[in-house]
């Protein structure tokens, strides 16, 4: 079994410059940081309209020390594609490609480019980090966005439908590598990314990514909340690889153990307020449910 990271030997090098743009207490801050050290400085990435846009700065100011191509909502993976194909030309075997976008850009703007590069076999990681929304316009819904919550565009009882389930719609295409991963578990993260640069073909990494400004919570909080959500089972950390699903990190050590109520999470985030009791005890039932398929018979 590979030696899982610590905090004792997480590489010091550190790719991203100290000040950014990012919002106080931004779960993409942490998942950015952790994750530049797993691709490493040979790493071109490839960047739609986002936080992360913001994060990184405009021109002519940058936070990140890796070339970086910022690319059209709808064109992440594509674009990637043509990355590869240009380093392809130059016999360039060793550079690592990293589409990293948000929620927006992968489950709806960008999916159709990031299916056609799955189903097509490119050797890229697609990073996406999950806050849930459109937070960079101002926090309106994705189709990530948990249903019931409260956007700028379901403003009174929340978001009618079910959050969309990216990772298990990727996983379809029957690519090698799928996981997830909460900016709460950096080195978790960063496990899974260095893993997934030793595997040929597209591979992707799904990352919750909580959100003090569109979630309505306090920034000192950001982790707290990231595991909470694992904590109470509503986000699963995992990998398929090679087609075999497996828990990891947080969320295997939870087989057989008694969870925290999701209602806790819930109620700690404005987003949620319009969620009644009998809608989080529905909620809290499926997770129940899910996790008694995941635990082994007695």
Known sequence: MTEKTTILNLPEDELVHPGNRAC????????????LKALGRNTILVVPPSCLTVLQGLYPIAAT??????????????AATGVLGALRA???KDTTVAAWAGDGGTSDIG?????????RGEDLIFICYDNEAYMNTGVQRSGTTPQGVITTTTPFSG?????????????????DYVATASAAYPLDLYDKIVKAKTIKGPKYIHVHTPCPAGWGFEPRYTVKLGKMAVESGLFDLYEIENHT????????KLLGKKRKPVADYFKA????????????AAVQQEIDEKWAAYSPPA
């Open 269 to 280: 985030q404005a987003r949620f307020r319009a969620l009644d009791d009998a809608k989080i």
């Open 90 to 92: 130059l016999k360039n």
């Open 24 to 35: 106080a207490g931004c779960g993409l801050s942490i998942v950015y940081r952790i994750g």
């Open 111 to 119: 999916l159709q480019a990031l299916s056609g590069a799955c189903e």
């Open 65 to 78: 020390q890796l070339p970086c191509l910022n690319v059209t909502f709808a064109s992440t993976a594509a």
């Open 159 to 175: 978001k009618a439908q079910i959050k969309k389930d990216v990772p298990a719609i990727i996983a379809a295409h029957g690519i």
């Open 245 to 252: 699903f497996r828990l990891t990190g947080a969320s295997e």
